[in-house]
T-cell receptor, first 111, second 115 residues
Framework: AQSVTQLDSHVSVSEGTPVLLRCNYSSSYSPSLFWYVQHPNKGLQLLLKYTSAATLVKGINGFEAEFKKSETSFHLTKPSAHMSDAAEYFCVRGGSYIPTFGRGTSLIVHP | NAGVTQTPKFQVLKTGQSMTLQCAQDMNHNSMYWYRQDPGMGLRLIYYSASEGTTDKGEVPNGYNVSRLNKREFSLRLESAAPSQTSVYFC??????????????FGDGTRLSIL
């Protein structure tokens, strides 16, 4: 069965410091992968997607993610956190018709 | 530019009551989905509709029914609400469920409490 593992349930950073949210997936082939962000009391919004065109994917709001097939990872990064980045982040794998969701990582940003 | 619209946004029910959650999308998408979100559990798929006229069970379908009314609308019904169904419910749509490289679009959710 396909799976997506978000390695941290919570990540806490200070404003202006780098962000790293980790995601690993299980796969026997290169999947489509997505990162979504969910702000409080809102639905999920697409941050970026990987569909095999390039291993480094740039998204909205300064986020980017790197697909590493050898490590089956798709970690989300941002050079400098902003208070408005505080939210829940979901790594999602496409394929097999129904997307597979990670359990989410809550990003906490301290002033 | 509405996207996916869910109604109502909030609802409180008593155990045993019934209700229908409504979802509509204006993006001409073929596929629609219902999820529930609970703390620490991520999103779990309740039902989905690959295309107009079809519906299929997801991971947690017990206690729910769905209707794909037309291409735009996909409703979720709780026939006899139970406290375990207290959750936030999200509707989503995508162009075509077989296209795994296409992202889903989500509504803002319905927050449902069952007493």
């Amino acid at each position: 069965a396909q799976s997506v593992t978000q390695l941290d349930s919570h990540v806490s950073v200070s404003e202006g410091t780098p962000v790293l949210l980790r995601c690993n997936y299980s796969s026997s082939y290169s999947p489509s992968l997505f990162w979504y962000v969910q702000h409080p009391n809102k639905g999920l919004q697409l941050l970026l997607k990987y569909t095999s065109a390039a291993t480094l994917v740039k998204g909205i709001n300064g986020f980017e993610a790197e697909f590493k097939k050898s490590e089956t990872s798709f970690h989300l990064t941002k050079p400098s956190a902003h208070m408005s980045d505080a939210a829940e982040y979901f790594c999602v794998r496409g394929g097999s018709y129904i997307p597979t969701f990670g359990r989410g990582t809550s990003l906490i940003v301290h002033p | 530019n509405a996207g996916v619209t869910q109604t109502p946004k909030f609802q409180v029910l008593k155990t045993g009551q019934s209700m229908t959650l409504q979802c509509a999308q204006d993006m001409n998408h073929n596929s629609m989905y219902w999820y529930r979100q609970d703390p620490g559990m991520g999103l779990r798929l309740i039902y989905y509709s690959a295309s107009e006229g079809t519906t299929d069970k997801g991971e947690v379908p017990n206690g729910y029914n769905v209707s794909r009314l037309n291409k735009r609308e996909f409703s979720l019904r709780l026939e006899s609400a139970a406290p375990s169904q207290t959750s936030v419910y999200f509707c989503a749509s995508s162009p075509q469920y077989r296209l795994s490289n296409q992202p889903q679009h989500f509504g803002d959710g319905t927050r449902l409490s069952i007493l």
